[in-house]
Every structure is written in C-alpha cells, then in structure tokens.
C-alpha cells in the first residue's frame, strides 16, 4: 500500500472558515473540506477556492458545520466553477419550536438565504427547507449525509458509543466510503449518528491480470452533532424582557423591536455545529508534519501527530463534556491530534481552556476589523498561557496556515 501523504491547508479567507485535506494516492487526487464560507466583503470568492480546485475537480467529501453564510457562501462559487461535489454532510437542524414562530413571522419567505441581498445570515426553520436550498448547488448524484444531534442522555453516559474510542471499533461499523458507485440521476440521501465513522477510501481499480483490488480506506472522519440551543434561549429570555410574548400582536412596531433583539444575537437561532475529527486509519500509524506558516519556506516547529479536530462555532464552553474531553486527551496523548480549530473564531463564548494542551497548534480564523470583536483576548492569552502554539488566520495571504503530512 503506497503511504499516505496529505496537504491540510487552513486558508486566509477572513471572516470565516475554509479548510482543505488534499490526499494523494496511486489513482490521483482526493479532496475533502471543512467549511466554505467568507464574510469578507468584496471579496472574489472564486479566486479563494481557485487556489486549490480548479474547473473539472472533484470534492470527495464537503463538512458543513451550520448554516450561517461565514460558513456555506461558497457553495454557489462551487458550481459556478464547475467543481463536482461527491458527498456532502451537514448537521440535523434542531430548533425551539417558539424561536421558529416567532421567526416565520419575521421572515415569512423561508428560507432567508445566505446569498440575501443585506448580507444577513440564513434562517432555515426546519430541514426541508435547508435541503432544498442546498440542491440548488449539488449535482444529483451527490450524496447528502445527515448527522443526529447527540442525546442528552448519551452525552452524560461515558460508556456510550460515541465515547468509545474509535479504533476500537471493528471495520463493519464504517458506514461508507466516499466512492461508492452512485448511480446517475439518483439523489442519494442518509442519516448517521454522532460518533459514525466515514471513511476515504482509494479508487477501486483493476490490475493488470484483471482483479479488482480492494478498495483501501485512507482516512477517517468522525462527526458530533451538538445540540445547540443556547442562542434561542438568549432570544426568548431577550424578548420576555422587552415584554414580547409569544401570543401578542405582531404590528409594526413590534416586529421592528423583534428584530431588533434578533440582531443583537451572534449568529443563527436554529442550529448545530457539528465537530469533525479528523484522523488516520490505524493508531499506530507514524507520520511525519511539516508545518509552515508565515512567509513561505518557513519551517514551524515539527510534529507528528497528523490528526485534526475542526470545531466550527461549536460552543466549546457548554458542551466540552466529561466524555468529550476524555477523548480528546486520549487522542492527544497518543499523539494522534496535532491541531485543532478554536470555535467560533476565537469567541469567548464559546471558549474552553480544557482544549489546550501545551505544544499543540490552535487555529483562529477570523477577519481582521470584525464587527464582532474576535477573537477575544481571554482565549488567545490563555492559549499562550497555556503553551499552546497559537497560529491566526486572518484575510492576510502571508499567514495562511499549510500542513504537510507523509506516513512513514
Ligand atoms: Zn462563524
């Protein structure tokens, strides 16, 4: 089996997130992504996804961590260029059921989409809806692969599945790989659970005596659909204050104080953020890690430890539970994850210091001037404090942030 060999690149986009593992095999390029997304304004995002796809390329698997525009706007730019998504896989929506009356009132035309002429952030109410917008940019052949939120109940019990470590789990548990044949005009849908593994296999191909060779799995992706209701808690708890209860009359004048209050909330009502781990097949595995940020040709600090944990705006201070970190620090300890992206561009809210582990890569993506303040100096001071390499991500092309990882 040829080694592994990959190129994870967290790009300058700004104001939101785009992360790239480029895999080289013996049947050519594999591509995956975390996130797609740039609030920066007039920004050529075509030129931003040009500089790793090009017309023609394929996207094996695309993560899309929640819907606020930071996240997905690039999706209509991927099509335009002609770049084939494979499979897509998105987090199960779970909404307040007053936030989303409260919202249908606001916003009567559903979905609200990210492309929305004032720039404002999606509102999708319920899944139908996301999934229709979504297919506007997907091929039907695509496959859509939805994540369930994890239960309270599960979340608390450390023996359940999705705590248990993952190498652990036999090869019939894998629940698909990223080259099925799919056949064509077939929209090909799914749900997963937390805690399932999606695997990246090699092409299938036949030598030269005529066998088809197995197909080989190269990477694994494990996804966790937190529960997030945190942002319509704060809704609801803000519009009890201004007096404004679910049955009143929706004149003019309160909608204006509605929205308003909708406003003064960071980000969407309705959503998850699904965290994505991102890791090699076998535990013992050896790698080696170039790093390179800054200028280029500058070598920053070795590592080997090849894995990623991609957090999008997972509120890490709510939901970094017994079971959670437990995992992580196994997989640190086994030096299997090397970087992880710090949620919510380096927000407070949704910071955790449990995280950091000394001489580990912590990634930021933010903007720089952002209207919301991020990131905020308790999570980069404590980062430092902590030992931890701190790499920022900003719209400057000198800083993007390249990994360069070969099994040995
Ligand atoms: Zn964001």
Redesign the pocket.
């Known amino acids: 089996m040829k080694k592994v060999k990959i190129r994870r690149i967290f790009h300058p986009i700004g104001?939101?997130?785009f992360y790239t593992e480029q895999f080289d095999t013996d049947e050519g390029k594999l591509s995956v992504v975390y996130d797609c997304g740039s609030l920066r304004s007039g920004v050529n995002k075509e030129a931003m996804i040009q500089t790793v796809f090009k017309s023609g390329d394929s996207i094996d698997i695309l993560f899309i961590s929640h819907f606020?525009t930071?996240?997905m706007n690039f999706l209509s730019d991927i099509k335009k260029l002609k770049i084939e998504i494979k499979k897509v896989v998105i987090p199960l929506l779970s909404s307040n059921p007053i936030a989303i009356k409260i919202l249908q009132v606001l916003y009567p035309e559903t979905p609200n989409t990210p492309d929305s002429p004032n720039g404002s952030n999606g509102t999708f109410f319920d899944n139908t809806a996301l999934k229709t917008y979504l297919k506007q940019f997907l091929d039907k052949s695509t496959e859509i692969v939805t994540v369930n939120p994890i239960k309270k109940k599960e979340l608390s019990d450390n023996d359940s599945k999705i705590w248990k470590s993952l190498y652990a789990k036999s090869e019939s548990d894998y629940i698909s790989d990223s080259n099925s044949q799919i056949k064509a005009n077939e929209s090909k849908e799914k749900t997963i659970e937390s805690g399932d593994v999606i695997t990246l296999t090699s092409k299938k191909r036949i030598d030269l005596s005529g066998f088809e060779n197995r197909m080989e799995i190269i990477w694994k992706y494990v996804p966790y659909n937190f529960k997030s209701d945190e942002r319509s808690k704060q809704f609801i708890k803000a519009l009890k204050r201004a007096g404004i209860s679910e049955n009143c009359t929706y004149d003019d004048r309160t909608i204006k104080k509605i929205k308003k209050i909708y406003a003064s909330i960071d980000?969407n009502l309705n959503e998850n953020s699904m965290v994505v781990f991102s890791l090699p097949d076998k535990r013992e595995d050896k790698f080696r890690v170039n790093n390179y940020y800054g200028y280029s040709g500058t070598n920053y600090r070795k590592c080997h430890s090849p894995g990623c944990v991609f957090m999008?705006?997972f509120d890490a201070k709510k939901n970094l539970k017994e079971g959670l970190q437990q995992l992580l620090n196994s997989y640190y300890m086994d030096k299997i994850i090397g970087v992880l992206q710090i949620p919510?561009?380096g927000s407070r809210e949704n910071y955790n210091s449990e995280l950091i582990k000394p001489y580990l890569f912590y990634v930021i993506s933010f903007g720089n001037n952002n209207q919301y303040g991020h990131p905020s100096c308790e999570s980069t001071s404590d980062i430092l404090k902590k030992k931890g390499v701190l790499i920022l991500i900003t719209q400057c092309k000198l800083f993007m942030f390249t990994q360069n990882i070969c099994q040995y």
Do not use: E, L, S
Request: charged share 25%; hydrophobic share 10%; no cysteine.
């Open positions: 104001q939101g997130a606020d930071d996240h980000g999008g705006d919510h561009h």
